[in-house]
DNA sequence: CTGTTAGCGCTTTCAG
DNA sequence: CTGAAAGCGCTAACAG
């Protein structure tokens, strides 16, 4: 296959450097006169001279660049994390490499070590549920690790997420000063990594209203399709609720199909709170009332404690929780034959109002 | 940073056999004995051993990686290129790394000159709309390169897409044997890639029904706000078309809140088809019709040709143009008034019945 | 079947 | 300020 490619050794002979020199230049060393520099910089771009970072990263031991891992890139927030972690590492000149681990805990721990193999100098996980295996290569390897967004009560790496459990706290109060007595929170599963915190939170929040009675977790199944007939009989009890709060993206999903199917109307038939905002959210009449997960912010400090890692190996695990705003949009207002108080309460002062993303 | 990796050398002395036998074993050589090749693996297994692939490349003089460069990666489309393409070179052990150019040419360029000091073997790459720079660097570095999805009408290197042109021509054809006349196709642009092609088709389709006079192309503009507006009066008109087809993600959803905010319903009033599938069409009811671009096999053929030009670089450019399947659901019905006439044509033969992804 | 050696392209001392 | 030389970890060629 192609031809070999020009070398710095090249590059320097035409510029009648010596490789020592040219490599001065490509790497913006001090030392260099201005008139030797200008040269090289010329030969190299005669040479369509690309430097090797193979074997820069062999020798220098380091790479400037990280590995990142995450489920999946479809997902919004998982999307915008990585275009923040992105966005910040090429600002720094380092690259990163993004990997998919698909929810599979053997795909994610082959793929780290395939990142391992590149030298990555950081990693940066947003783990799968059983992610002990890859946990337990990263500790063998000292190599500097953030996990982001599903982060567990104690993490032996730094850790970065939204304090869930206060997001669905901030949500369920919104739903409460709208008049709601009757809440249901649907999620998937509590097995997974932050949802056992979201419905915490929405449970913590009815009992501080005297409500826990009427409150409702439902945890319909992990598709679309199972939270949909899953759901359906609940909206059309006659004990119904006035409200739903769904705690990830496919809970939205699967809430939005049973509305239809069951003919209501939102918000004037019930109210609807989703957890992690979309951007396809918009094609949907009327506006969903979202918590959004400040992924420009968590993306920010996953990057400063990695980076801080890199100079200071042997520090503490910090680990941070940012609150989640509150977007109320369209779908939350009053309960049916309520009339709406909508004194603020002291509760609301994260809510942003809903400009879309 | 961390201390120095386990190296081979170290592997080869625990098991006490020398470097070139370690290697012979992880590289799966014939040729070494049955109880050194049980002695190696269990050293590197005991000391942690990660090969260094930056050496191995650098040694090799192929790296086994390829480089993928998309726009984006939650275009669903895009997406699936992807994954498709990942899960092919994982089988047969290479690994990808994805860049996004984010329709940024200069970006666009950057990156792969990431790539290529990365020394990946290949190059798959989604270009933007003005890429002459970028394809310059490539074809300098004479690199397998193969396009996809968003080819010109002459590349200099293989290119894979969809035969755009003959997958709205079809969609026109379905449509039209539904019964509609007054059809509007809705576009961001025709500067863009395949975008032309696009219209082309329809506009043949349209010619060829003796119907080129009722055929409307909308240009609203790039973004789903400007589609909505632009589209609108055209739906609220007296003449208004029966039939819309977008011929893109951002058209359609600019027209689907355009028609939520005429009040229209779909398909009694108006009937609705897409270029391009996406998976939240699955929340909206009724099911969108659209024409599913095959991007599996688009992914294969890419990875078939990439892989040809490993070992053969100098053959000729091939130039692959997949059919579209179209995919009837819910939004594409006779027009209002009129009776349905189900024959089914010769031209469907390719419509495919509506199963979500 | 196993061991030795050269060198991939670069950065980094260390002398000049 | 510049040049020569060593070596990062690995593979491939060749000698035993």
Known sequence: MSQRKTTIREVASRAGVSLGTAS????????????????????????????????????????RTIGLVVPDVLNIVFNELVEHLENIALSQSYEVIIVTSREDPEREHERVRALLSRRVDGLVIVPTRDWSATEREMRHHRIPVV????????????SVAVDNAAATRLGTEHLLGLGHRDLAFVINSTRLWNSAARVEGFLAAMRAAGLEKRARVLLPGMTEEETRAGV??????????????????????????????????????????????????????????????????????????????????????????????????????????????????????????????
């Open 147 to 158: 996990v982001l967004d599903r982060v567990a009560a104690h993490d032996h790496f730094p």
């Open 232 to 357: 359906l009989p609940v909206l059309t009890a006659a004990n119904r609720p006035t409200a739903v709060f769904t705690g990830s993206n496919v809970a939205t999903l699967g809430v939005l199909r049973a509305v239809q199917d069951a003919g209501m109307a939102i918000p004037q038939d019930l109210s609807l709170l989703a957890f992690d905002d979309f951007a396809w959210l918009t094609v949907l009449r009327p506006f969903v009332s979202a918590i959004r997960q400040p992924t420009e912010a968590l993306a920010g400090h996953a990057w400063r404690i990695l980076t801080a890692a890199f100079e200071a190996p042997d520090r503490p695990a910090e680990h941070i929780r940012l609150p989640a705003p509150l977007i109320a949009r369209e779908t939350t207002a009053a309960p049916p034959g309520k009339v709406k108080a909508p004194r603020r309460m002291k509760a609301f002062k994260d809510t942003v109002d809903g400009a879309l993303p």
């Open 24 to 63: 001065n230049v490509f790497n913006g060393k001090a030392g260099v006169g201005a008139e030797s520099r200008q040269r090289v910089l010329e030969a190299a771009e005669a040479l369509g001279f690309r430097p090797n970072s193979l074997a820069a990263g062999l020798r220098r031991q380091r790479t």
